[in-house]
């Protein structure tokens, strides 16, 4: 069975940066690098919502409102995704969490990681 755990945020004022973790880990001869994997957030009161894929063939995709402020990588080496957050808005307030996609395979969710933006 795969696990993921989300790591990285907290608190942080407006205009501010973070960097979340995931790390996989999984049943013996699993291949991270074979799977494309994903942010998901959560904001208090909505549905869970995409922010980024990275593919396994190196390619990524970001929802419009993070577009240029965000940065998704992995380590497939760690067997680690990562999304690195400046300009952080109060809206990007939410729980962070990571998974896979419908195209290679989704995983059990992970705790998330809490994201903060205030003043």
């Known amino acids: 069975q795969v696990q993921l755990v989300e790591s990285g945020g907290g608190l942080v004022r407006p205009g501010g940066s973070l960097r979340l973790s995931c790390a996989v880990s999984?049943?013996?001869?699993?291949?991270?690098?074979?799977?494309?994997m994903q942010w998901y957030r959560q904001a208090p009161g909505k549905e869970r919502e995409w922010v980024a894929t990275?593919?396994?063939?190196?390619?990524?995709s970001y929802t419009d409102s993070i577009k240029g402020r965000f940065t998704i990588s992995r380590d497939n080496a760690k067997n680690t995704l990562y999304l690195q957050m400046n300009n952080l808005k109060p809206e990007d307030t939410a729980v962070y969490y990571c998974?896979?996609?419908?195209?290679?395979?989704?995983?059990?969710w992970g705790q998330g990681t809490q994201v903060t933006v205030s003043s």
């Open positions: 990275f593919r396994r063939d190196g390619s990524t």
């Open positions: 998974n896979g996609d419908r195209t290679t395979g989704f995983f059990s």
């Open positions: 999984g049943f013996t001869g699993f291949t991270f690098s074979r799977y494309n």
